[in-house]
């Protein structure tokens, strides 16, 4: 079965440095989305990509995070000057319309600043 | 606004017990619904989800799961509760128009004693 991957699985940064979060979605999804799960917390959403921009995003999703699209599979999270409470687990999902398809999600990245 | 509650934190039961892990949402329309489980380290995988019509979906692992639209309820069910079920359980609530991030409670940790 299709998978969505993400890389790293565990990524340490010192605070304030940039980071890239990576996803390989699902080949034939069109609709792509960030979630981040801090620890002992929801899983929270953050944003939603499609056809090349960004169709939703939450409060969460303020300007230190960008997303991208750079070729035709890869899909990034971005966050510019990373803080404390950025620490969470990023995960990436995919689906192939909006509504009523499944999103499926990939393994997450841990994400822990210093 | 949108919120789903699970009520219970952590479960603890017996293999070969029966198993209902509780779940309601607050929604203005029709929700879309699902159960996705997260295994220790690993991604969240969809184990079922409803959109419309019988309100008895079956899902993956033989999990099932009743909407109940006059309770606002969503809840988990297996009738024989095996080893390997030991995980975390998120119950999400999707737009069933428009915008299509989903919300997730705060999950309910199923440990399985022998």
């Known amino acids: 079965e299709p998978e969505v991957t993400q890389t790293p699985s565990h990524q340490v940064t010192q605070m304030g440095q940039e980071v890239i979060l990576r996803c390989v979605p699902i080949?034939?999804?069109?609709?792509f989305y960030w979630y981040r799960q801090i620890l002992g917390q929801k899983v929270e959403f953050l944003v939603s990509f499609y056809n090349n921009e960004i169709s939703e995003k939450s409060e969460i999703f303020d300007d230190q995070f960008s997303v991208e699209r750079p070729d035709g599979s890869n899909f990034t999270l971005k966050i510019r000057s990373t803080k404390l409470e950025d620490s969470a687990m990023y995960f990436c999902a995919s689906s192939e319309y909006e509504g009523t398809q499944p999103q499926h999600f990939g393994d997450g990245t841990r994400l822990s600043i210093l | 606004a949108q919120s789903v509650t699970q009520p219970d934190i952590h479960i603890t039961v017996s293999e070969g017990a029966s198993l209902e892990l509780r779940c309601n949402y607050s929604?203005?329309?029709?929700?879309?619904l699902f159960w996705y489980v997260q295994s220790p380290g690993q991604g969240l995988q969809l184990l079922l989800k409803y959109f419309s019509g019988d309100t008895l979906v079956q899902g993956i692992k033989g999990f099932e799961a009743e909407f109940k639209r006059s309770q606002s309820s969503f809840n988990l069910r297996k009738p024989s509760v095996h080893w390997s079920d030991a995980a975390e359980y998120f119950c999400a609530v999707g737009h069933s128009t428009g915008a299509n991030n989903l919300f997730f409670g705060t999950g309910t940790r199923l440990t399985v004693i022998p």
């Open positions: 929604y203005g329309a029709t929700p879309y």
């Open positions: 080949s034939n999804h069109l609709y």
